[in-house]
Nanobody, 115 residues
Framework: VQLVESGGGLVQPGGSLRLSCAAS????????MGWYRQAPGKQRELVGT???????NYADSVKGRFSISRDNAKNTVYLQMNSLKPEDTAVYYC??????????WGQGTQVTVSF
């Protein structure tokens, strides 16, 4: 199983980025996909998830700014991040979970929001 994130980088406050996570080795369409992030010195936290049926939920800190989508034909999940703030700076991780099985994780991609 591989989850490969891409799309991170440096962006100015107020800017946008779209992260992608390409999955292989799993039946992608049945998995709940999630995005998490970890800032320096902090615990990893949930950003949001998208279920196999397309339902989404988000952390309060990103509601209205971030959106998650999935393309089952491409085995890819996306995180669209708008109105970025310096406090969004973190390593962003992709997560794949099926029911109560142990989840799979990607290697992470760095997002830095700064002038």
């Amino acid at each position: 199983v591989q989850l490969v994130e891409s799309g991170g980088g440096l962006v100015q406050p107020g800017g946008s980025l779209r992260l992608s996570c390409a999955a292989s080795g799993i039946i992608f369409r049945i998995y709940t996909m999630g995005w998490y992030r970890q800032a320096p010195g902090k615990q990893r936290e949930l950003v949001g998830t998208i279920g196999s049926g397309g339902s989404t939920n988000y952390a309060d800190s990103v509601k209205g700014r971030f959106s998650i989508s999935r393309d089952n034909a491409k085995n890819t999940v996306y995180l669209q991040m708008n109105s970025l703030k310096p406090e969004d700076t973190a390593v962003y991780y992709c997560n794949a979970r099926y029911k109560f099985d142990s989840p799979y994780w990607g290697q992470g991609t760095q997002v830095t929001v700064s002038f």
